[in-house]
């Protein structure tokens, strides 16, 4: 397993090359959306800190401001930034190679619980981890899909657990 996580590490900061040696002053992808999410991280912050509701703002359409309830906010992902409040960037360029690395990961994790093969459990890793659509969530700059796909294949490997645990009884 050991062996497993030193290589996927190596695969997902190949597959975010040249992200890794630019951390802090690049952000992959075409600019469109990094910069709506490095907001939405200040803003949390802006407005915990001074006391105020995160989920309005009068740094918007000021002097009415306005309701984020319904925006593209993401506090769990702005909670983990709070080391990295001056540095957005920096913090988004990690969470990129950690999310990366996190999808190879839960994929094998998940494919191992079903075929107990580590060979093709490796393998499936790599399709999910740097399939496509993993690619077009870094490329497009939708990060914030590219951190919840780590959840799509730990989801499933909860399910398939539930569902094992099932056959045992736990109470007399």
Known sequence: MITTIILYLFVALGF????????????????????????????????????????????????????????????????????????????????????VFLCLLTSYILIYKLTNNKVASFV???VYGISPIIYSFIQSQHYYFLFSAVFYPLGLFLLVRFFESRKYKFYN
Do not use: C, E
């Open 124 to 126: 499936g890793g790599l």
């Open 16 to 99: 975010t090359y040249p992200l890794v040696i630019k951390i802090g002053s690049f952000l992959p992808g075409s600019p469109n959306d990094s910069f709506v999410y490095l907001w939405n991280i200040w803003n949390f912050w802006h407005q915990i800190l001074n006391n105020a509701n995160p989920f309005n703002t009068k740094v918007i359409m000021y002097p009415i401001g306005a309701n984020l309830f319904f925006h593209t906010y993401a506090p769990l992902i702005s909670i983990l930034a709070y080391p990295f409040k001056n540095n957005l960037s920096a913090f988004m360029g990690i969470a990129i190679i950690i999310s």
